[in-house]
């Protein structure tokens, strides 16, 4: 009877401790830093100024900070305002909670979790009544879509991203039929891996489209080619849900 | 006692007395005895985690397939020469199914896509840990000696490096921290040794300060001292937090050691005082104050040297060093000297001798004198320095290993001036004085250790870097590559680095473009930089006029690129002298000038070729032939390409433009022979004066 119980109530117990410590370090942290910072202004809404939208490996920290900026009723920054940065588990802020600077503006260094994918960040501050939110999107790339990235930038971004900066100027415009933007989800959500696959390594004459899109079949392996698709994937918004495949139901 | 007695023979006579009751009740105790390890594995945890992956795949569409592919018990990955005995998989049971993709739970997660299945490597080799444990907590987080906690995401690409000692396009991270390992000097205060047994080399360029008085003055050196990144924000050079006091003296004894070399502005002005070569103050040309920008965008010094904007943004290139306040730190006379001829106050900078003329000389120089900050360094006056002052200097210089980076006169460089760090991706955590409060893993160490080295106690020499914090992070996986386990590991597995050759081409034109400095952007034979193309089959791609008057004017082939080739006023023998050792030598032997298509064709051959470039290969949505309606912006020009590249490479290239230069982003296009040969005709008619092709 005994042998049966011990293991159960140390499992339990370890549970119990376990749960403890969790508690414990979820209160600890918020706790020190709502004590320590004091908010002098409320503010009416809050904005992203910049950081938001990026694309960042697994587990490491973003290339800028994410800035938002608490406003009063009538869009004027505010000082001083109480801003707390909230995530799904894995993503971390550096600081989490903060005051508004004198440009009413916070700034964090955002670490994506340990999971490829889209993490759904909020921000947000007290507020005159309630408190009030800002939704911010950030993508983490594992290590085949992280290659990928790397592929589309050298060889796909110059015609397929419209956007031009100064180091890079852009070849979208100079095009006759114009590609499509890995971000356009609409066209690219109706295409298959296979169509993908084939385009990509016959050129747009493969599936009827402009000889254009040049054939990258001799020039890239099939692993990077799939390394290609799978970024293309991770960028998809709405995102990607091949045929097919059957999901879990709660 | 008696009675004790008493009691245990009528328990003994209860139990044992009957002999049928004694063979029952010693079966009884054998059926527990036997029944102690099932029930702990039953219980145990690798067997919970089984249980609840088989309840959460039970109701997935796929759930009969994914069950038939499941097997209960420990799972164990054996690979005595990898020295692998994994069992992680034994709760990670999902690694390899596919439908688990968008299962976040863990131990349940499907594995992302990479090169080396499981099966084939194992875990720990990448991840770190315990494989043979069969606990989270042993596996996952153990301290205890010899082991170590696994390696957190953050750095994971620190297990790719334990193997790949080269630069892989997957793993940004590793590759930055080993550049910056070679370019801050970290490797050459700490030795650090691959496991083939090669060194880390230092590919920075610190400033030999032998000569340092005639470049600046003490109190700048005082004031850069003090606080690098105050003159320059991008310098690799560290901060060692000096006192006023410290600063003063190293800034006196570097003065007061510092020898005037042959060539420096001091010799020159005693020697050549009626001479009206540049670099005499007294005979200085007339400057040109509204030249002096376009000159220094002409010269595209941008694209070595960076410059601090308005917007407070650095931009430019990081090979030179950045000259946001160049202004506050040379002697007028010596950066004459230096824009004259840079080889002459250093002979091994990558800097080009640009051949100015006089007149530009003092423009530039003028324009980046005025590139200064009035407020830097104003408050910086020094007393004369007393010998004891020099003395200490000295000392400090030789305690702080300044000459482990910079060559001073009076002072050795110093051997093995800070730990080895071969290894200090498994110190043993036991050997490491953690902090209080730190968490106890090599990373966190390595981490605190580039952030705050001076937090380890006072007598830790290792200056303060400028990093920021994803800098860090690259350096960390980087230093966390470096592991025991990774010289254990079987040859045929590890990819070796790929080095620099010390290829240096003979003769005059070897002097020549050294002079140029033609390896600080260019590529030849396995040496110098990435910034512009690869030499090493230019002899056997262009055409040699067009090479002649490429070097003499570098119009650009590229018109979206901001760093352009600059020109460097070459004379003509020099120039000639250039070129022909460029088409002589930089053949390659799989471009064949005999067998290849000629440079004039008929006609038709040039018309079929017009049609394949526009409509089957869709050439112009890369490339521009008539200015008017092609637009493609990508690749070269080649309105004039026909003057511009041999008909044999044409001919090569389009046939398989990665085999003459790897990497480049031009596809094959699996061009048939005819078409290439096609294609190469309309190309070779471009001639660009002769209007478009074969238009009409």
Redesign the interface.
Same mark, same amino acid.
């Given at each position: 009877m005994m042998?049966?119980v011990t293991?159960?109530t140390l499992?339990s117990s370890a549970c119990l401790a376990l749960l403890a410590v969790v508690v414990l370090a979820g209160c600890k942290h918020p706790g020190q830093s709502t004590t320590a910072l004091k908010p002098t202004a409320t503010g009416a809404a809050i904005v992203e100024t910049s950081g938001g939208h990026q694309l960042g490996?697994?587990?490491?920290?973003l290339?800028d900070p994410l800035i938002v900026q608490v406003n009063d009723e009538q869009g004027t920054a505010v000082a001083g305002a109480l801003v707390e940065f909230q995530s799904p588990a894995g993503v971390t802020f550096e600081p989490a909670t903060m005051l508004t600077d004198a440009s009413g503006q916070a700034t964090t +260094?955002v670490?994506l979790?340990?999971?490829?994918g889209r993490y759904q960040l909020a921000a947000s501050t007290a507020g005159k009544s309630k408190p009030v939110a800002l939704d911010i999107v950030e993508t983490a790339l594992?290590?085949?879509q992280? $290659?990928g990235s790397?592929?589309a930038d050298? %060889?796909c971004t110059?015609?397929h991203d419209p956007e031009s900066s100064?180091?890079? $100027?852009s070849?979208y415009?100079?095009?006759e039929t114009k590609p499509h933007p890995f971000t356009d989800s609409n066209t690219l959500n109706k295409m298959t891996d296979a169509d993908l696959t084939a385009i990509i390594q016959y050129g747009g004459p493969a599936l009827h489209r402009? +000889?254009?899109?040049?054939? %990258?079949?001799?020039?890239l392996t099939l692993?990077e080619v799939?390394a290609l698709i +799978?970024y293309t994937r991770a960028l998809a918004d709405p995102p990607y849900q091949p045929a097919g495949? $059957? %999901?879990?139901?709660k | 006692m008696q009675f004790i007695r008493k009691y245990l023979s009528s328990a003994w006579h209860t139990l044992f007395g009957d002999p049928v009751r004694a063979f029952g009740i010693v079966s009884l105790v054998l059926l527990?005895a036997l029944a102690?390890t099932p029930?702990?594995e039953h219980?145990s945890e690798w067997h919970g985690y089984q249980r609840n992956y088989l309840s959460?795949i039970r @109701?997935? =569409? @796929?759930a009969v397939s994914m069950r038939r592919r499941f097997e209960p018990g420990i799972h164990q990955i054996w690979m005595p020469a990898l020295g692998v005995v994994d069992r992680c998989t034994t709760c990670h049971v999902g690694l390899n199914e596919a439908?688990l993709a968008?299962?976040?739970q863990q131990p349940f997660?499907k594995h992302?896509?990479?090169?080396h299945p499981v099966e084939g490597f194992g875990c720990v080799i990448c991840h770190g840990g315990q494989g043979a444990a069969t606990t989270v907590s042993e596996a996952h987080f153990s301290e205890r000696d010899g082991e170590a906690p696994i390696l957190?995401?953050?750095y994971?690409e620190a297990g790719c490096g334990q193997c790949h000692q080269n630069e892989m396009? =997957?793993t940004?991270?590793l590759n930055l921290g080993r550049t910056m390992l070679t370019r801050y000097g970290c490797v050459r205060c700490h030795s650090i040794t691959r496991p083939d047994g090669s060194k880390l080399m230092p590919t920075d360029h610190p400033p030999s300060l032998i000569h340092i008085a005639d470049k600046t003055s003490r109190e700048w050196i005082y004031s850069w001292l003090k606080d690098p990144q105050a003159y320059a924000a991008t310098t690799t050079m560290p901060n060692y937090k000096l006192s006023d006091q410290d600063a003063s003296d190293i800034s006196a004894y570097l003065v007061s050691s510092s020898k005037p070399q042959p060539g420096d502005t001091a010799a020159v002005d005693v020697k050549t005082a009626s001479a009206g070569k540049a670099g005499n103050p007294a005979a200085k040309p007339a400057a040109n104050p509204a030249d002096g920008a376009s000159l220094y965008g002409q010269s595209y010094c941008s694209s070595c040297h960076a410059v601090q904007n308005a917007a407070g943004n650095v931009v430019g290139g990081n090979v030179g060093p950045e000259l946001t306040r160049i202004g506050n730190k040379v002697k007028p006379e010596w950066l004459n000297a230096w824009l004259n001829n840079p080889r002459i106050y250093d002979v091994t900078t990558p800097m080009p001798h640009y051949r100015f003329t006089p007149q530009q000389i003092a423009t530039l120089s003028d324009y980046l004198h005025s590139k200064s900050d009035a407020d830097y360094g104003a408050n910086v006056q020094l007393a004369a320095a007393t010998p004891q002052q020099i003395a200490r200097g000295r000392r400090l210089i030789i305690d702080g290993g300044c000459a482990a980076c910079h060559e001073i006169n009076g002072v050795q460089t110093p051997q093995n001036f800070a730990p080895d760090l071969s290894n200090i991706g498994s110190k043993p955590l036991a050997q490491i004085a953690f902090l209080p409060g730190m968490q106890h893993t090599v990373s966190t160490y390595i981490v605190s250790k580039i952030r705050q080295p001076r937090a380890f106690g006072g007598a830790v020499k290792m200056p303060q870097f400028a990093l920021s914090?994803?800098q860090t992070?690259a350096l960390t996986t980087a230093l966390l590559a470096q592991t025991a386990r990774s010289r254990t590991i079987p040859d045929t597995l590890r990819v070796a680095a790929t080095a620099d050759t010390n290829y240096q081409p003979a003769g005059h034109a070897g002097k020549l473009m050294t002079e140029l400095a033609c390896f600080s952007c260019h590529r030849i034979n396995g040496r110098g930089g990435d910034m512009a193309p690869d030499l090493t089959y230019e002899g056997s791609s262009v055409q040699r006029q067009w090479l002649t008057d490429f070097l003499k004017n570098p119009n650009t082939l590229r018109p979206?690129l901001?760093r352009r080739m600059p020109r460097f006023n070459l004379s003509d023998s020099d120039n000639k002298e250039l070129t022909d050792y460029m088409l002589a030598v930089y053949q390659t032997p799989t471009v064949d000038p005999d067998t290849a298509p000629s440079a004039t064709n008929p006609a038709q051959v040039v018309e079929q070729g017009r049609q394949l470039f526009y409509?089957?290969?869709?050439c112009?949505?890369?490339h521009i032939v008539d200015t008017k309606t092609d637009? =493609?912006?990508?690749g070269p020009t080649l309105t004039h390409v026909g003057s511009r590249l041999t008909p044999a490479w044409t001919y090569a290239w389009l046939k @398989?433009p990665?085999a003459l230069r790897p990497g480049t982003?031009e596809?094959?296009?699996?061009m048939s022979d005819d078409d290439a040969r096609a294609v190469t005709a309309f190309l070779m008619s471009l001639k660009g004066t002769a209007g478009i092709g074969a238009k009409q």
């Amino acid at each position: 009877m005994m042998k049966r119980v011990t293991p159960r109530t140390l499992r339990s117990s370890a549970c119990l401790a376990l749960l403890a410590v969790v508690v414990l370090a979820g209160c600890k942290h918020p706790g020190q830093s709502t004590t320590a910072l004091k908010p002098t202004a409320t503010g009416a809404a809050i904005v992203e100024t910049s950081g938001g939208h990026q694309l960042g490996s697994t587990g490491t920290e973003l290339k800028d900070p994410l800035i938002v900026q608490v406003n009063d009723e009538q869009g004027t920054a505010v000082a001083g305002a109480l801003v707390e940065f909230q995530s799904p588990a894995g993503v971390t802020f550096e600081p989490a909670t903060m005051l508004t600077d004198a440009s009413g503006q916070a700034t964090t +260094a955002v670490t994506l979790g340990s999971i490829a994918g889209r993490y759904q960040l909020a921000a947000s501050t007290a507020g005159k009544s309630k408190p009030v939110a800002l939704d911010i999107v950030e993508t983490a790339l594992g290590y085949q879509q992280r $290659v990928g990235s790397i592929l589309a930038d050298k %060889y796909c971004t110059r015609c397929h991203d419209p956007e031009s900066s100064a180091e890079r $100027v852009s070849n979208y415009d100079n095009l006759e039929t114009k590609p499509h933007p890995f971000t356009d989800s609409n066209t690219l959500n109706k295409m298959t891996d296979a169509d993908l696959t084939a385009i990509i390594q016959y050129g747009g004459p493969a599936l009827h489209r402009s +000889a254009l899109m040049p054939p %990258y079949g001799k020039t890239l392996t099939l692993a990077e080619v799939r390394a290609l698709i +799978a970024y293309t994937r991770a960028l998809a918004d709405p995102p990607y849900q091949p045929a097919g495949t $059957v %999901y879990a139901h709660k | 006692m008696q009675f004790i007695r008493k009691y245990l023979s009528s328990a003994w006579h209860t139990l044992f007395g009957d002999p049928v009751r004694a063979f029952g009740i010693v079966s009884l105790v054998l059926l527990l005895a036997l029944a102690v390890t099932p029930t702990k594995e039953h219980f145990s945890e690798w067997h919970g985690y089984q249980r609840n992956y088989l309840s959460l795949i039970r @109701d997935r =569409g @796929d759930a009969v397939s994914m069950r038939r592919r499941f097997e209960p018990g420990i799972h164990q990955i054996w690979m005595p020469a990898l020295g692998v005995v994994d069992r992680c998989t034994t709760c990670h049971v999902g690694l390899n199914e596919a439908s688990l993709a968008d299962e976040h739970q863990q131990p349940f997660r499907k594995h992302p896509a990479i090169p080396h299945p499981v099966e084939g490597f194992g875990c720990v080799i990448c991840h770190g840990g315990q494989g043979a444990a069969t606990t989270v907590s042993e596996a996952h987080f153990s301290e205890r000696d010899g082991e170590a906690p696994i390696l957190p995401t953050r750095y994971i690409e620190a297990g790719c490096g334990q193997c790949h000692q080269n630069e892989m396009a =997957g793993t940004p991270q590793l590759n930055l921290g080993r550049t910056m390992l070679t370019r801050y000097g970290c490797v050459r205060c700490h030795s650090i040794t691959r496991p083939d047994g090669s060194k880390l080399m230092p590919t920075d360029h610190p400033p030999s300060l032998i000569h340092i008085a005639d470049k600046t003055s003490r109190e700048w050196i005082y004031s850069w001292l003090k606080d690098p990144q105050a003159y320059a924000a991008t310098t690799t050079m560290p901060n060692y937090k000096l006192s006023d006091q410290d600063a003063s003296d190293i800034s006196a004894y570097l003065v007061s050691s510092s020898k005037p070399q042959p060539g420096d502005t001091a010799a020159v002005d005693v020697k050549t005082a009626s001479a009206g070569k540049a670099g005499n103050p007294a005979a200085k040309p007339a400057a040109n104050p509204a030249d002096g920008a376009s000159l220094y965008g002409q010269s595209y010094c941008s694209s070595c040297h960076a410059v601090q904007n308005a917007a407070g943004n650095v931009v430019g290139g990081n090979v030179g060093p950045e000259l946001t306040r160049i202004g506050n730190k040379v002697k007028p006379e010596w950066l004459n000297a230096w824009l004259n001829n840079p080889r002459i106050y250093d002979v091994t900078t990558p800097m080009p001798h640009y051949r100015f003329t006089p007149q530009q000389i003092a423009t530039l120089s003028d324009y980046l004198h005025s590139k200064s900050d009035a407020d830097y360094g104003a408050n910086v006056q020094l007393a004369a320095a007393t010998p004891q002052q020099i003395a200490r200097g000295r000392r400090l210089i030789i305690d702080g290993g300044c000459a482990a980076c910079h060559e001073i006169n009076g002072v050795q460089t110093p051997q093995n001036f800070a730990p080895d760090l071969s290894n200090i991706g498994s110190k043993p955590l036991a050997q490491i004085a953690f902090l209080p409060g730190m968490q106890h893993t090599v990373s966190t160490y390595i981490v605190s250790k580039i952030r705050q080295p001076r937090a380890f106690g006072g007598a830790v020499k290792m200056p303060q870097f400028a990093l920021s914090n994803a800098q860090t992070d690259a350096l960390t996986t980087a230093l966390l590559a470096q592991t025991a386990r990774s010289r254990t590991i079987p040859d045929t597995l590890r990819v070796a680095a790929t080095a620099d050759t010390n290829y240096q081409p003979a003769g005059h034109a070897g002097k020549l473009m050294t002079e140029l400095a033609c390896f600080s952007c260019h590529r030849i034979n396995g040496r110098g930089g990435d910034m512009a193309p690869d030499l090493t089959y230019e002899g056997s791609s262009v055409q040699r006029q067009w090479l002649t008057d490429f070097l003499k004017n570098p119009n650009t082939l590229r018109p979206s690129l901001i760093r352009r080739m600059p020109r460097f006023n070459l004379s003509d023998s020099d120039n000639k002298e250039l070129t022909d050792y460029m088409l002589a030598v930089y053949q390659t032997p799989t471009v064949d000038p005999d067998t290849a298509p000629s440079a004039t064709n008929p006609a038709q051959v040039v018309e079929q070729g017009r049609q394949l470039f526009y409509s089957k290969f869709a050439c112009q949505s890369c490339h521009i032939v008539d200015t008017k309606t092609d637009k =493609g912006y990508i690749g070269p020009t080649l309105t004039h390409v026909g003057s511009r590249l041999t008909p044999a490479w044409t001919y090569a290239w389009l046939k @398989d433009p990665q085999a003459l230069r790897p990497g480049t982003t031009e596809p094959n296009q699996k061009m048939s022979d005819d078409d290439a040969r096609a294609v190469t005709a309309f190309l070779m008619s471009l001639k660009g004066t002769a209007g478009i092709g074969a238009k009409q």
